[in-house]
């Protein structure tokens, strides 16, 4: 021992400290994910799925929600948080921006349409919608042929017409912001990239008419038709369509991240705005991609199709569900409507993503009652790791035994 009391000792420190003139710096916090909601422990395997997810991508809003039989058994908000900022926790049913899970939500719309005998899946959009095409072959182009993309466009030849707002508005000579009625007349005066029916190629665009026709046969503006006739029989009463701006924000709206720009498209300005934000035109993508909700809402809105009669038939599910007229890919799989469906022993799995900048969501609809929800406030960009891995990292979980405590009664 030197003799030095505590007090020098201390006083000492910050001199003692000094090395080549530097203070030594105190290592920074390790990085932590703060959670909400419920999580069981029989079902920790799929919480450490999410932690490790929102972890390793830094995603600063996540959400996870788990369904058996009916029942909700996970319901949980996930944030990175590494001192820096600090964000809100998402809570289960904050709301995000779905992107394409928005297409099985319109192709259900479609069928209750058909189900209750105003629409017919056969009917040719030319007419449905009063349009005079450019090319000849859009005459045989029909509703099913819409829900399952084999409309004729091809988004890798002639470019996405939900994503060409400036290219569309010089084009046409009118300002931005554009509508659903200017994209329309923008595609139908250009010709298809291929016969209607003979490829599926995914097409925003196709999903875009789909809501127009809802509106046209329904008489109703395309989001109120679904609350009112798809999510309200489910005691779905949060999921609503969201807006482009930040200021536009629902009570409850996570924060969009993305580390891209894009020069807006809702005015003349030319600002360039964080992409999530005017980069693109959400009013606009409505059917095809503009809905907001949260994990919660996601597992309960696939008791639509896993409970016939509470909003579709099981002859409806199945007609929205049937392998197209081109039939199956080299996977199994084939695109019904709004969903990705494959056949395994005794069930069809059905899963659908979405993706646009600032969102990343992914839903799945698997064998013995089991479906699950996954939401986050970014996606993949360059330099990050990818999101599509996140099913296959929640298959690899397995469950020894269900917990049996439903937690619907706190959401719904």
């Known amino acids: 021992m030197t003799g030095l009391s505590r007090r020098t000792l201390l006083a000492a420190a910050p001199a003692a400290a000094l090395i080549a003139g530097r203070p030594a710096q105190a290592a920074p916090p390790t990085p932590v994910v703060r959670t909400s909601g419920t999580a069981p422990t029989q079902l920790a395997g799929y919480d450490n799925v999410l932690k490790k997810f929102v972890l390793a991508r830094q995603i600063r809003a996540a959400q996870l929600a788990v369904m058996k039989n009916g029942k909700i058994l996970l319901a949980r908000g996930y944030c990175y948080d590494d001192y820096s900022r600090l964000p809100a926790t998402p809570t289960p049913t904050s709301l995000f921006r779905i992107a394409s899970l928005s297409k099985n939500i319109t192709s259900a719309a479609v069928m209750r349409l058909v189900q209750d005998g105003k629409l017919s899946l056969s009917a040719k959009v030319t007419q449905l919608l009063g349009l005079t095409p450019a090319d000849a072959r859009m005459e045989q182009v029909t509703v099913l042929r819409l829900m399952q993309h084999l409309g004729g466009w091809d988004r890798d ?103 891209y720009t894009n020069k807006t498209v809702l005015d003349t300005s030319g600002t360039t705005v964080p992409y999530p934000y005017g980069g693109f035109n959400m009013p606009n993508q409505d059917a095809n991609g503009g809905w907001l909700a949260s994990a919660v809402d996601l597992v309960r809105w696939t008791l639509a199709f896993d409970r016939p009669g509470t909003v579709l038939s099981s002859t409806s599910i199945a007609k929205l569900v049937a392998k197209p007229e081109i039939g199956v890919n080299e996977y199994g799989s084939w695109y019904g409507g709004g969903w990705w469906c494959r056949q395994v022993t005794g069930h069809l799995n059905t899963w659908h993503n979405g ?58």
């Open 157 to 259: 030849v002639s470019k996405d017409q939900l994503w060409l707002d400036h290219t569309i508005s010089a084009a046409l000579d009118v300002p931005l912001p554009i509508g659903h009625d200017d994209i329309i007349r923008y595609a139908t005066a250009r010709p298809l990239d291929h016969a209607p029916g003979t490829k599926m190629v995914y097409s925003n665009y196709g999903y875009l008419l789909l809501g127009r026709i809802i509106e046209k046969v329904s008489g109703l503006p395309y989001e109120a038709y679904v609350q009112s006739k798809l999510l309200q029989p489910l005691g779905i009463t949060r999921m609503q369509l969201g807006g482009s701006l930040r200021s536009e924000a629902v009570a409850g709206e996570v924060r969009y991240e993305s580390q």
């Open 355 to 412: 993706s646009m900048p600032g969102t990343f969501a992914y839903l799945a609809r698997l064998q013995n009652g089991f479906s699950y929800a996954v939401l986050f406030n970014r996606r993949e960009e360059s330099g990050s790791l990818d999101y599509d891995g996140i099913d296959d990292d929640m298959n690899k979980v397995t469950v020894s035994s269900w917990p049996t405590t439903d937690l619907t009664s706190k959401y719904f």
